[in-house]
DNA sequence: ATGCCCTAGTGCAGAATTTCACAAACTCGC
DNA sequence: GCGAGTTTGTGAAATTCTGCACTAGGGCAT
């Protein structure tokens, strides 16, 4: 390596700015032009010091005593998440979900356009889904060369999860999007996000309870 | 408060928690019966001593030389996680996402049963959406009181997610599952979490940057 | 019964993250 | 130009989380 690739951001910094991100297209969008670090975190419901502390690993960008550049900083922080050009997605799974992703264009907008949908169901494949036709899963490979596509969003059953995941990795895909309930296995070079709504409202479940057992406490 | 109310797990525990119950579910269907710290930190993609660790925070469930017996421990979560009882959940805007989530039938047999949903469109009140009917959002706190709901789920469009949220609140709903692409302000006493796929595409991104530059680093 | 083997449970050290607190530095008014 | 008022950037402390490494203790073969 020529050097240490980069300034290394901290997992829980990267994982902020995107909401950053969302909160100064707004700020943009409402004209205003500056910002405190003081009125970020209260709109991101964070800490001001560890906006501070997040954006400083983006660079000095800020102006002491005057806050930093919506514009600038909306710059900044695309650059470092690498939101200066598209990055392609293909959805395998043609069910409700996969089929939702692939007609909603709220993300070719934001830089992540759907360029395909695949299946492995013969009833599914040729199938009309908004712009795009299902394709089978066993092209992935030459789609995903083709289009040159980078993400992969998993709306299979958890049943074919692993074996949609499988197929990506072996097309080539080194970021998956996992919508299926099950921690899929994938070699160490591949990032995966899981988004797992039943996770979430477990999660919620055990917040509401400890909330009634504190103002029921019964042993 | 009578005591420390219960012993208290952290949130990074609480978050895996559900993860595991899903593991052992899946285990229980496949009829294993017994699992070592070994096997379920594999099947999580987890350290093992973390596994130990989180399970340890229901109490010593496991027995020495042999490993956790899956009923068991899959009750022991459950309960942990405040799973032996049904979590209504109402859902506020009637789009294409709140409308899959009504008729998805897949969050009832994990307890989580969708017992309404609303929008203030005029168009879409009154509307089938599955076994349910759209109601109107002004008429909130009576179908939360009316159903026992605690959980509600924000899928309007981002301008009015704000305005769902209070009314959530104000219906005295105390969990809320966010998917407008927004941070909610809300109450302390309330735990939102949200979803929103742009962030998780744009976190996906920034690795997948980091990949390529590392590949080609130029300067 | 005894001893070996295995695995849960856990103290502790190290890593990561958050938060504090303050110096540096910029603007503005005079 | 200078001082007052702000707000950034960042060491350093505090907190949280992780993972090692070891102890405790149950099962099983003999």
């Not at 060369?145 to 999860?161: H, R």
């Not at 988004?195 to 909330?211: A, F, K, N, P, T």
């Amino acid at each position: 390596m020529t050097q240490l690739q980069r300034r290394r951001i901290p997992d829980a910094a990267v994982a902020r700015l995107p909401v950053y991100l969302q909160i100064l297209n707004n700020l943009l969008a409402t004209k205003v032009s500056r910002f405190s670090s003081d009125e970020l975190a209260a709109l991101a419901g964070v800490n001001a010091a560890k906006v501070r502390k997040d954006l400083s690993y983006l660079g000095s960008y800020g102006t002491r005593g005057v806050g930093y550049e919506v514009t600038y900083l909306i710059h900044q922080i695309k650059r470092e998440l690498g939101l200066m050009r598209e990055w392609n997605v293909v959805v395998v799974g043609a069910g409700n979900l996969g089929c939702a992703l692939a007609k909603f264009g709220g993300f070719t907008p934001r830089g992540f356009p759907v360029v395909g949908i695949c299946d492995n169901d013969p009833k599914k494949i040729g199938q009309a889904v908004g712009q795009l036709t299902v394709f089978d899963v066993r092209n992935l490979q030459k789609v995903v060369s083709e289009f040159d596509v980078t993400i992969g969003a998993i709306t299979t059953s958890t049943t074919s999860a692993q074996a949609a995941a499988d197929a990506l990795v072996d097309a080539g895909i080194t970021s998956i999007l996992n919508f299926a309930p099950i921690v899929l296995a994938t070699p160490s070079s591949v990032s995966v996000r899981n988004v797992d709504l039943g996770v979430e409202l477990q999660i919620l479940s055990y917040y509401e309870q400890m909330r009634s057992e504190q103002h029921a406490p019964v042993g």
